[in-house]
């Protein structure tokens, strides 16, 4: 008997200049994008025009950023559910996240490093006044937030608005694939995103260590980009779970969230996923998370004698506030006991 191959997830190449909306190259991705997220729930995406400098400009600040105390992490919050900071938890001693929300935007961004460093960067402070005199520490104080702050906010604002142009490649084409493209703009309309920070500390040893419970996203869409540790595991529609290699500075997963598969009627899957984490080096990942700031539905099109309707109308936002709930968080899957018909 041979032996079964490992499963993998699909790979689809979005480097080509060509690939614009109504050319061939533009089809054949539409019917792969679909393709992915039915079977698998998601894919990655490979990137090219991704600048290579961004991507280590980007993880270089992200590793300065978790280094700030707690008590300023824990400043990192917003009214809308599951948006600011995540830490400090025994059963996830390996985790920590950030959350900027309306990522797109410079006014969200600046926003969210004007809390982490409001009078400048203390580590900087610190390690500067060993070296330097009285004068250029107190330069180098009032430097310091332009130096680290304004750094942050330029490139996370674009890494932001590289990650929603993936994005919103993706959801057009799904639009497009089943033939509602109709609806499109009005969803791209009411859509914000949510770019969360994360680390994931390493364990220091070569035994898989839980990372991030076992989850299924609440998002319409996730775009998930990494530095080179591979942690990743993704749960596939048998129950087998897929080792995901994404370690390239141009590699990227998208991920179907519960509002995509309730949007499309189950078509879609929205995966179970978690981290799982061994090794001596802490993994940095960012995520890229689209909400809708209205109500969701399926579209007609999508309900015939196959696929009769199951799931109502519903908020999105009131989806991430449902799961916060005991209901929610216990159900075996939030979305169906949401809004399920």
Known sequence: MGSESTPTLPILDFSDAELKPGTDSWLVACKKVTHALEQYGCFIIEYDKFPLQLHNQVFS?????????TETKMKNRYEKPLNGYVGQIPKLPLHESLGIDNATSVEGTRFFTNLMWPQGNDRFWYSSRLFLSLK?????????????ALLLSEYISKYAKVAAELDQMVTRMIFE????????????????????????????????TL?????TDKSFTTILHQNQVNALEVETRDGNRINVDFSSPSSFVVIAGDALMAWSNDRVLSPRHQVVMSGNIDRYSLGLFAFNNGTIQVPEELVDDLHPLKYNTFDHLGLLRFYRTDEGYNSKCPIKAYCGV
């Open 177 to 208: 694939s089943y033939g509602v493209e109709r609806y499109h703009d009005a969803y791209t309309d009411a859509t914000t995103y949510l770019l969360r920070l994360l680390k994931n500390r390493a364990p220091q040893q070569s035994e898989p």
């Open 136 to 148: 250029y520490v107190l330069i180098c104080y009032l430097l310091g937030f332009l130096f680290i």
């Open 211 to 215: 990372g991030f419970i076992t989850h």
């Open 61 to 69: 600040l992200l590793e300065e950023l978790f280094l700030l105390p």
